[in-house]
Protein backbone atom coordinates (compact mmCIF):
# COMPACT_ATOMS: atom_id res chain seq x y z
CA UNK A 1 0.00 0.00 0.00
CA UNK A 2 1.18 3.30 -1.23
CA UNK A 3 1.85 5.91 1.94
CA UNK A 4 -0.43 8.88 1.73
CA UNK A 5 1.86 11.99 1.24
CA UNK A 6 2.13 14.48 4.11
CA UNK A 7 0.58 17.06 1.81
CA UNK A 8 -2.92 15.06 1.52
CA UNK A 9 -3.12 14.57 5.14
CA UNK A 10 -2.87 18.56 5.57
CA UNK A 11 -5.37 18.72 2.72
CA UNK A 12 -7.55 16.13 4.86
CA UNK A 13 -7.35 17.73 8.05
CA UNK A 14 -8.03 21.43 6.51
CA UNK A 15 -11.07 19.94 5.16
CA UNK A 16 -11.88 18.11 8.04
CA UNK A 17 -10.81 22.10 10.29
CA UNK A 18 -13.34 23.93 7.75
CA UNK A 19 -16.39 20.79 7.92
CA UNK A 20 -16.12 21.33 11.88
CA UNK A 21 -16.08 25.64 11.92
CA UNK A 22 -19.14 25.04 9.00
CA UNK A 23 -21.17 23.06 11.28
CA UNK A 24 -20.65 25.02 14.52
CA UNK A 25 -20.96 28.44 12.56
CA UNK A 26 -24.68 26.80 11.06
CA UNK A 27 -25.77 25.03 14.09
CA UNK A 28 -25.19 28.67 16.42
CA UNK A 29 -26.88 30.56 14.07
CA UNK A 30 -30.08 27.91 13.96
CA UNK A 31 -29.84 28.03 17.72
CA UNK A 32 -29.75 31.85 17.93
CA UNK A 33 -32.64 32.82 15.88
CA UNK A 34 -34.65 30.09 17.46
CA UNK A 35 -33.81 31.58 20.99
CA UNK A 36 -33.79 34.95 20.58
CA UNK A 37 -37.11 34.74 18.22
CA UNK A 38 -38.86 32.51 20.72
CA UNK A 39 -37.24 34.53 23.59
CA UNK A 40 -38.99 37.98 21.97
CA UNK A 41 -42.35 36.33 21.64
CA UNK A 42 -42.34 34.25 24.98
CA UNK A 43 -40.63 37.68 27.14
CA UNK A 44 -37.84 35.05 28.01
CA UNK A 45 -34.70 36.65 28.94
CA UNK A 46 -32.39 33.95 29.25
CA UNK A 47 -33.87 32.74 26.03
CA UNK A 48 -32.58 35.69 24.44
CA UNK A 49 -29.58 35.44 26.28
CA UNK A 50 -28.76 31.92 25.31
CA UNK A 51 -29.33 33.60 21.72
CA UNK A 52 -26.69 36.45 22.14
CA UNK A 53 -24.55 33.74 23.76
CA UNK A 54 -24.66 31.50 19.99
CA UNK A 55 -23.92 34.57 18.19
CA UNK A 56 -20.36 35.22 19.88
CA UNK A 57 -19.64 31.46 19.27
CA UNK A 58 -20.33 32.34 15.32
CA UNK A 59 -17.85 35.65 15.97
CA UNK A 60 -15.02 32.88 17.23
CA UNK A 61 -15.44 30.08 14.48
CA UNK A 62 -15.98 32.76 11.78
CA UNK A 63 -12.64 34.00 12.59
CA UNK A 64 -11.00 30.72 12.58
CA UNK A 65 -12.31 29.99 9.26
CA UNK A 66 -11.13 33.28 7.64
CA UNK A 67 -7.91 31.50 9.23
CA UNK A 68 -8.88 28.40 7.49
CA UNK A 69 -9.34 30.12 3.99
CA UNK A 70 -6.48 32.91 4.15
CA UNK A 71 -3.77 29.68 4.57
CA UNK A 72 -4.52 26.59 3.32
CA UNK A 73 -2.91 23.28 3.01
CA UNK A 74 -0.88 24.77 0.27
CA UNK A 75 0.53 27.84 2.24
CA UNK A 76 4.14 28.00 3.34
CA UNK A 77 4.37 27.26 7.53
CA UNK A 78 5.73 30.35 7.88
CA UNK A 79 2.63 31.89 6.03
CA UNK A 80 -0.15 29.90 8.10
CA UNK A 81 2.16 30.22 11.10
CA UNK A 82 1.51 34.07 11.05
CA UNK A 83 -2.01 33.82 10.10
CA UNK A 84 -2.76 31.44 12.90
CA UNK A 85 -0.98 33.67 15.51
CA UNK A 86 -3.28 36.52 14.35
CA UNK A 87 -6.61 34.60 14.67
CA UNK A 88 -5.40 32.84 17.90
CA UNK A 89 -5.47 36.38 18.64
CA UNK A 90 -9.12 37.49 17.75
CA UNK A 91 -10.60 34.18 19.44
CA UNK A 92 -8.88 35.75 22.44
CA UNK A 93 -10.99 38.22 22.37
CA UNK A 94 -13.88 36.83 21.62
CA UNK A 95 -13.51 35.70 25.10
CA UNK A 96 -13.28 39.32 26.78
CA UNK A 97 -16.79 39.77 24.83
CA UNK A 98 -18.32 36.41 25.81
CA UNK A 99 -16.89 37.22 29.60
CA UNK A 100 -18.45 40.98 29.20
CA UNK A 101 -22.17 39.60 27.99
CA UNK A 102 -22.41 36.90 30.95
CA UNK A 103 -21.35 39.41 33.39
CA UNK A 104 -23.50 41.75 32.68
CA UNK A 105 -26.68 39.86 31.61
CA UNK A 106 -26.19 37.91 35.36
CA UNK A 107 -25.91 40.86 37.21
CA UNK A 108 -28.77 42.28 35.69
CA UNK A 109 -30.46 39.03 36.18
CA UNK A 110 -29.58 39.66 40.18
CA UNK A 111 -30.48 43.30 40.75
CA UNK A 112 -33.93 42.66 38.89
CA UNK A 113 -34.65 39.06 40.48
CA UNK A 114 -34.85 37.43 36.97
CA UNK A 115 -35.77 33.72 37.32
CA UNK A 116 -34.89 32.08 34.24
CA UNK A 117 -38.09 31.30 32.66
CA UNK A 118 -39.27 27.40 32.26
CA UNK A 119 -39.78 26.84 28.86
CA UNK A 120 -40.29 23.76 26.79
CA UNK A 121 -38.20 25.55 23.68
CA UNK A 122 -35.30 26.49 25.90
CA UNK A 123 -35.36 23.21 27.55
CA UNK A 124 -35.22 21.30 24.30
CA UNK A 125 -32.48 23.96 22.90
CA UNK A 126 -30.33 23.04 26.19
CA UNK A 127 -29.98 19.73 26.07
CA UNK A 128 -29.46 19.79 21.96
CA UNK A 129 -26.40 22.04 22.67
CA UNK A 130 -25.05 20.04 25.55
CA UNK A 131 -25.24 17.10 22.91
CA UNK A 132 -23.76 18.93 20.32
CA UNK A 133 -21.22 21.29 21.69
CA UNK A 134 -18.99 18.51 23.54
CA UNK A 135 -19.24 16.71 20.62
CA UNK A 136 -17.58 19.86 18.09
CA UNK A 137 -15.61 20.77 20.92
CA UNK A 138 -13.64 17.79 21.34
CA UNK A 139 -13.32 17.21 17.42
CA UNK A 140 -12.25 20.53 17.22
CA UNK A 141 -9.81 20.68 19.49
CA UNK A 142 -8.44 17.04 18.61
CA UNK A 143 -7.99 18.86 15.13
CA UNK A 144 -6.89 21.76 16.23
CA UNK A 145 -3.51 19.63 17.95
CA UNK A 146 -3.20 17.91 14.89
CA UNK A 147 -3.20 20.57 12.60
CA UNK A 148 -0.62 22.70 15.28
CA UNK A 149 -3.05 25.40 14.81
CA UNK A 150 -3.61 27.23 18.16
CA UNK A 151 -6.40 29.57 16.90
CA UNK A 152 -8.47 26.01 16.18
CA UNK A 153 -7.60 25.10 19.80
CA UNK A 154 -8.81 27.84 21.40
CA UNK A 155 -12.00 28.30 18.97
CA UNK A 156 -12.52 24.79 20.66
CA UNK A 157 -12.29 25.40 23.93
CA UNK A 158 -15.15 28.43 23.42
CA UNK A 159 -17.17 25.73 22.32
CA UNK A 160 -16.37 23.77 25.70
CA UNK A 161 -18.02 27.27 27.65
CA UNK A 162 -20.71 27.01 25.64
CA UNK A 163 -21.89 23.95 26.78
CA UNK A 164 -20.68 25.03 29.98
CA UNK A 165 -23.71 27.47 29.68
CA UNK A 166 -26.24 25.41 28.63
CA UNK A 167 -25.64 22.82 31.04
CA UNK A 168 -25.93 25.93 33.63
CA UNK A 169 -29.40 27.37 32.25
CA UNK A 170 -30.46 23.47 32.82
CA UNK A 171 -29.19 23.36 36.10
CA UNK A 172 -30.79 26.93 37.13
CA UNK A 173 -34.37 25.89 35.55
CA UNK A 174 -34.16 22.61 37.89
CA UNK A 175 -33.10 24.25 40.84
CA UNK A 176 -35.20 27.21 40.33
CA UNK A 177 -38.40 24.57 39.86
CA UNK A 178 -37.49 22.25 42.49
CA UNK A 179 -36.34 25.22 45.22
CA UNK A 180 -37.45 28.38 43.96
CA UNK A 181 -33.44 29.02 43.58
CA UNK A 182 -33.59 31.90 41.00
CA UNK A 183 -30.49 33.33 41.64
CA UNK A 184 -28.71 29.65 40.94
CA UNK A 185 -27.97 30.20 37.15
CA UNK A 186 -27.15 33.96 37.39
CA UNK A 187 -24.65 33.09 39.83
CA UNK A 188 -22.73 30.06 37.94
CA UNK A 189 -22.62 32.29 34.99
CA UNK A 190 -20.81 34.99 37.20
CA UNK A 191 -18.60 32.54 38.52
CA UNK A 192 -17.23 31.41 34.91
CA UNK A 193 -16.41 35.19 34.18
CA UNK A 194 -12.84 34.72 35.64
CA UNK A 195 -12.20 31.03 34.04
CA UNK A 196 -13.33 33.06 30.41
CA UNK A 197 -11.32 36.29 31.26
CA UNK A 198 -8.15 33.98 32.02
CA UNK A 199 -8.50 32.11 28.61
CA UNK A 200 -9.24 34.77 26.88
CA UNK A 201 -5.60 36.45 28.38
CA UNK A 202 -4.33 33.30 27.71
CA UNK A 203 -5.12 33.08 24.45
CA UNK A 204 -3.67 36.43 23.27
CA UNK A 205 -0.56 36.21 25.38
CA UNK A 206 0.37 33.04 23.23
CA UNK A 207 -0.09 34.82 20.09
CA UNK A 208 1.88 37.75 21.02
CA UNK A 209 4.34 35.50 23.16
CA UNK A 210 5.14 33.66 19.45
CA UNK A 211 4.70 36.39 17.25
CA UNK A 212 8.04 37.40 15.54
CA UNK A 213 6.84 40.39 14.02
Not at 145 to 165: I, P
Request: net charge negative.
Amino acid sequence: MTPTPPLAVSIDLHRRALRLEWLTTLWNIAEAVVAIGSGAVAGSTALVAFGVDSLIEVSSALVVMWRLFTAGPEAEPEEAEHIDRRAHFLVGITFFILAAYVAVDASLALVNHVPPESSRVGILLAVASLIAMPTLAHAKQRTGRQMGSKALEADARETWLCAYLSASLLIGLGLNARFGWWWADPIAGLAMVPFILWQGRSAIREARSTDGD
